[in-house]
């Protein structure tokens, strides 16, 4: 059974740190194109970054550039994304998917979805 789970969501003071982890069951990674997305209570999912297969490749919204990082480990067969100085309004239920298709940020075109880590900032 083809499985995403995150992980490392939790409770953060703004200004504050936390990476998040996608890793996969029951298929490799290396074969999909890595999205991250978000969705905060009453809003709609929105692309946060995405990752290429071979980790070529990066994509970031522009609301995230140069606090979040994204990167893969394949040994692991995981998918990591870091991210700092958070603000409250990055409050919202983190998700990753994968996608046979190039790196993007339309969640169209990802084919499997986890269940979602709840990120909290506040203080």
């Known amino acids: 059974q083809l499985q995403l789970v995150e992980s490392g969501g939790g409770l953060v003071q703004p200004g504050g740190s936390l990476r998040l982890s996608c890793a996969a069951s029951?298929?490799?990674?290396?074969?999909?194109?890595i999205g991250w997305f978000r969705q905060a209570p009453g809003k709609e999912r929105e692309g946060v970054s995405c990752?290429?297969?071979?980790?070529?490749?990066?994509n970031y919204a522009d609301s995230v550039k140069g606090r979040f990082t994204i990167s893969r480990d394949s040994a692991k067969n995981t998918v990591f994304l870091q991210m700092n100085s958070l603000n409250a309004d990055e409050a919202a239920v983190y998700y990753c998917?994968?996608?046979?298709?190039?790196?993007?940020?339309?969640?169209?075109?990802?084919?499997?979805w986890g269940q979602g880590t709840q990120v909290t900032v506040s203080s």
């Open positions: 998917a994968a996608s046979t298709y190039v790196c993007s940020m339309n969640e169209r075109r990802y084919n499997y």
């Open positions: 029951g298929f490799t990674l290396d074969y999909y194109s």
């Open positions: 990752i290429s297969r071979n980790g070529a490749y990066t």
